[in-house]
Every structure is written in C-alpha cells, then in structure tokens.
T-cell receptor, first 118, second 109 residues
Framework: DVKVTQSSRYLVKRTGEKVFLECVQD?????MFWYRQDPGLGLRLIYF???????EKGDIPEGYSVSREKKERFSLILESASTNQTSMYLC?????????????????FGEGSRLTVL | DAKTTQPNSMESNEEEPVHLPCNHS???????IHWYRQLPSQGPEYVIH???SNVNNRMASLAIAEDRKSSTLILHRATLRDAAVYYC??????????FGAGTRLFVKA
C-alpha cells in the first residue's frame, strides 16, 4: 500500500517561529502536493512539485515555501509563522495523469498535521 | 474548470444502499470523474474514478449518466465507517485538484 507519512500530527508554535512540515512517500511518485484545510474553505492547494527540485505555486502560496531535494520527500516551510496559518496541513502524492500525460492521477494523502500558531 | 454541485449532507441507515449524486454539467469530454472521501480527522482517500462507463471496485460503484453531466456514487451497504465527506471532482488533467464542499454522509445504526 502507498504510504504518505507526515512528520507531526500536532504542532504548537509561536508567532514568528520558522516551521518545517515534512512529508515522505514510499511509492516513487513523481508528484507531491501540500494543501491546507480550514472549516468553510475546504482544501486549498499551497504548492506542488512534479519532479525533484521542481516546484510550482498553488492557489495560496503566500507565506510558504517548499523544498524537494529528494523524490520521496517534500517539505513545507513557514518562514515566520503567523496566527492565520493555524490550520490542518495535508500532504499528498500521485503518479502522473491518468492518460500518462501531465497532471495528476489518484492522490494519496497523509493523515495531516494540525498546526496551531499562538 | 468544471463546476460540481453536491448535496450538503445526506443520511442513511446502516446496511442500506446509499446513492450520492453529483452534477457536473460543464465537464469536458476528456475529464475523468474522481470521487474521494474524507473520514473524520484523516486526509482524503481515493474512492473511484470513471470516464464514460459505469465502474465498480471493492469500495463502491460509480454510475455515470450517458450525457456525462451527472454521476452517482453508490455504496451498496453503508456501514458506520462510511460516515465521511464525499467529494466529486472532475479531473481536468492539470495538477490542481479542486475539492469543493462535498456531501457529508451520516450513517445511523
């Protein structure tokens, strides 16, 4: 079974701290994604990566950066955490699109990391 | 992007079939229809996908209308563990999978 593992289920940080959220997948997937999920707003895409060292902005990249130095690992970085970044963060991975082309096939999600910024 | 419309919530009795509808009238001819579900306190999980023909797997069945403007996810015998939010998502082939509000399914014992 595909496994996507997020480093921490729960984190509490202070405003201004640098925060690292780590995600590792074990199925050699090309694509990896970071989403955040907030009540009433659903899942929103922050960043994605379709190859090592490649990254693309999603819909809400402000205040975040990412790193993909190895195929299996995709890190989300909050350079200076703020209270409005309190959220559930979800990592996902996938193979390329169903037709073998670009885009994404089935997404496999981790269990999520609930971040609270005080 | 194709827009979807799903009921906010539905209720089912345990052991009974559940039909979860989704309207996607603006879907293009090459967009697959994906369904995911999200159990409480977990990340979403893939359920099933299809293009034109009806599809079955161990989790569910997917019935796609002939004009592809709607689809129905069928859980043949709902269990308490099926209580979740179900998302219907047209897959446009891009990298951005858009999760809407979905349908929250309540299952009564």
């Amino acid at each position: 079974d595909v496994k996507v593992t997020q480093s921490s289920r729960y984190l509490v940080k202070r405003t201004g701290e640098k925060v690292f959220l780590e995600c590792v997948q074990d199925m050699d997937h090309e694509n990896m994604f970071w989403y955040r999920q907030d009540p009433g707003l659903g899942l929103r895409l922050i960043y994605f990566s379709y190859d090592v060292k490649m990254k693309e902005k999603g819909d809400i990249p402000e205040g975040y950066s990412v790193s993909r130095e190895k195929k299996e690992r995709f890190s989300l970085i909050l350079e200076s955490a703020s209270t409005n970044q309190t959220s559930m963060y979800l990592c996902a991975s996938s193979l390329p699109g169903l037709a073998g082309g670009p885009g994404t096939g089935e997404l496999f999600f981790g269990e999520g990391s609930r971040l609270t910024v005080l | 992007d194709a827009k979807t419309t799903q009921p906010n919530s539905m209720e089912s009795n345990e052991e009974e079939p559940v039909h979860l509808p989704c309207n996607h009238s603006t879907i293009s001819g090459t967009d697959y229809i994906h369904w995911y579900r999200q159990l409480p306190s977990q990340g979403p999980e893939y359920v099933i996908h299809g293009l034109t023909s009806n599809v079955n797997n161990r989790m569910a069945s997917l019935a796609i209308a002939e004009d592809r403007k709607s689809s129905t996810l069928i859980l043949h015998r709902a269990t308490l563990r099926d209580a979740a939010v179900y998302y219907c998502i047209p897959n446009t082939g891009g990298f951005k999978t858009i999760f809407g509000a979905g349908t929250r399914l309540f299952v009564k014992a």
